[in-house]
């Protein structure tokens, strides 16, 4: 079997008084001696899922064509671990990132964030806290279809589509918040919908289908990016259910969305910097 245009690697690394693990992807024939490091998140509605499924999302091709660094961590799991747990792992994985540029061969000033649905909420959760930690600053944030606000919207509310719908909405929201859920103590980190001031925050690219639960908070989110001065662009798929791209890779719109993904990708490679602070040891003050 030839070998594929990537190599992987395991890493294991320590949070607090547990580790984590984390895949590494490079290319095995980069065209540039050092390239974005883009950190991406998977999915699972907080409450399933792992690093392995980086294979299989849009993430991939950016290594396989454009030659990024991908990390992909192995987050905690609401099913033990509620909030707080998974954004400790994953701003972990983003300061390892960051601390090991160089060994990666990562540009120290093109550090991304990215993922789907939960990944995409926890990307946008991580532009947040790194931002006002000033530990890590973020060039490009890809929040595809993110799973931003615990409270219902107009898509949320009543939504019967296939895959992702209102019930299983809510069950994932209440076991990531456990008590917290449908009350005003939730915090911008765990569901980053609730953040009222979003100046600051890295430019962002995403997509998300108009019949899926998560339709309003997307478009909310890159609205209201617009407005406190950020760059952002959301594409809207007609009639596309939650994660419908990962379903139908072969439809020739899907195939266009990638298309239109890849390209705002390589836009923000080419324009969008972010040059890092000094070194902090400060713990998340969440």
């Known amino acids: 079997m030839p070998k594929p245009p990537f190599t992987t690697e395991k890493r294991v690394i320590p949070v607090g008084n547990h580790s984590i693990k984390l895949l590494i992807l490079r290319s095995r024939t980069p065209i540039l001696k050092k390239v974005p490091g883009v950190l991406w998140i998977h999915g699972g509605g907080y409450q399933s899922g792992s690093e392995k499924t980086v294979f299989v999302t849009r993430a991939l091709s950016l290594?396989?064509?454009?030659?990024?660094?991908?990390?992909?961590?192995?987050?905690?799991?609401?099913?033990?671990?509620?909030?707080?747990?998974?954004?400790?792992?994953?701003?972990a994985a983003l300061r390892y990132l960051k601390e090991?540029?160089?060994?990666?061969?990562?540009?120290?000033?093109?550090?991304?964030?990215?993922?789907?649905?939960?990944?995409?909420?926890?990307?946008?959760?991580?532009?947040?806290?790194?931002?006002?930690?000033?530990?890590?600053?973020?060039?490009?944030?890809?929040?595809?279809?993110?799973?931003?606000?615990?409270?219902?919207?107009?898509?949320?509310?009543?939504?019967h589509a296939p895959n992702w719908n209102t019930k299983r909405n809510r069950k994932a929201w209440k076991r990531y918040l456990r008590d917290a859920y449908g009350t005003d103590m939730v915090p911008c980190y765990a569901a980053p919908a609730r953040r009222k001031d979003l100046s600051g925050l890295p430019p962002c690219y995403t997509f998300v289908g108009d019949i899926e639960p998560f339709y309003c908070e997307t478009v909310d989110y890159v609205r209201r990016l617009?407005?406190?001065?950020?760059?952002?662009?959301?594409?809207?798929?007609?009639?596309?259910?939650?994660?419908?791209?990962?379903?139908?890779?072969?439809?020739?719109?899907?195939?266009?969305?990638?298309d239109r993904f890849e390209a705002h990708y390589l836009y923000a490679a080419e324009h969008y910097f972010a040059p890092q602070p000094a070194c902090q040891d400060a713990d998340p003050k969440l």
Not at 130 to 155: C, G, K, W
Request: glycine letters at 6%; charged letters at 25%.
């Open 63 to 91: 290594t396989v064509k454009y030659g990024a660094v991908l990390v992909a961590p192995d987050y905690r799991l609401s099913k033990k671990h509620p909030y707080p747990a998974a954004l400790h792992d994953c701003h």
């Open 100 to 159: 090991h540029a160089e060994e990666l061969g990562v540009r120290s000033d093109q550090i991304m964030v990215g993922g789907e649905s939960a990944g995409g909420g926890m990307a946008a959760a991580l532009c947040m806290l790194a931002h006002d930690l000033e530990d890590v600053n973020i060039a490009f944030q890809m929040p595809l279809y993110p799973m931003l606000d615990d409270r219902d919207t107009p898509s949320s509310a009543d939504n």
């Open 226 to 258: 617009r407005e406190a001065g950020v760059e952002a662009e959301c594409d809207v798929y007609p009639d596309w259910f939650h994660a419908y791209d990962l379903f139908f890779p072969a439809k020739k719109t899907v195939r266009d969305a990638v």
